[in-house]
């Protein structure tokens, strides 16, 4: 059974900083690269940053310097500590495997809001 269950979201001024996590199965956790996505008011859901089981990050260009991906082994979890937020990074952040879903499933997300 896959387990995906992300949190942390919230309202937050622009400028501001939220850490999110996600957490995963083990069995899945081990095997896979991570990311987390995006999918913002009438866009496309898009990946914003990924990391290999070894500590190897992927930043999409629009929050590159911003949010820092990492992953910890030994709870099977997967952070994205998000700072100096824009009205633009509100969406609902979800965390999958990269680049295929796995085994085409998507938890229920975590709200971000970010106001001017």
């Known amino acids: 059974q896959v387990q995906l269950v992300e949190s942390g979201g919230g309202l937050v001024q622009a400028g501001g900083s939220l850490r999110l996590s996600c957490a995963t199965s083990?069995?899945?956790?081990?095997?896979?690269?991570m990311g987390w996505y995006r999918q913002g008011p009438g866009k496309q859901r898009e990946l914003v940053a990924d990391?290999?089981?070894?500590?190897?990050?992927n930043y999409a260009d629009s929050v590159k310097g911003r949010f820092t991906i990492s992953r910890d082994n030994n709870k099977n979890t997967v952070y994205l500590q998000m700072n100096s937020l824009k009205p633009e990074d509100t969406a609902v952040y979800y965390c999958?495997?990269?680049?295929?879903?796995?085994?085409?499933?998507w938890g229920q997300g975590t709200q971000v809001t970010v106001s001017s």
């Open positions: 083990g069995s899945i956790f081990s095997i896979i690269r």
């Open positions: 999958n495997g990269v680049p295929d879903p796995i085994r085409g499933y």
């Open positions: 990391i290999t089981r070894g500590g190897s990050t």
